[in-house]
Nanobody, 120 residues
Framework: QVQLVESGGGLVQAGGSLRLSCAAS???????????MGWYRRAPGKQRELVAT???????NYADSVKGRFTISRDNVNKTVYLQMDSLKPEDTAVYYC???????????WGQGTQVTVSS
């Protein structure tokens, strides 16, 4: 089993920055079997949506709405994924969830979520 613990959310004014972190812990075998780590978000009244993902080799993928403003990175040694969020907008307000996908184990894991609120 793998546990994902997020941190770094909070309240920020529009145009500001926040950095989210997600640390994986648990079974070393399961952690090493993770292929993709990413961030999703759910805004009030909306469905959960993909924000960004990063694979083991470093390739990244971003939602169009955050391209050029958010940067995802991964520390494979410390089993941590980060989301640097710059030029934040009120529409970025949501609960942000960390996700880890293992194709080998055909499973994925979710963190508990961290609130990001951007005031105008």
């Amino acid at each position: 089993q793998v546990q994902l613990v997020e941190s770094g959310g909070g309240l920020v004014q529009a145009g500001g920055s926040l950095r989210l972190s997600c640390a994986a812990s648990g079974s070393i075998f399961s952690i090493n079997a993770i292929n993709v780590m990413g961030w999703y978000r759910r805004a009030p009244g909306k469905q959960r949506e993909l924000v960004a993902t990063v694979v083991s080799g470093g390739s990244t993928n971003y939602a169009d709405s955050v391209k050029g403003r958010f940067t995802i990175s991964r520390d494979n040694v410390n089993k941590t994924v980060y989301l640097q969020m710059d030029s934040l907008k009120p529409e970025d307000t949501a609960v942000y969830y960390c996700n880890a996908l293992s194709k080998l184990l055909s499973t994925d894991y979710w963190g508990q979520g961290t609130q990001v609120t951007v005031s105008s």
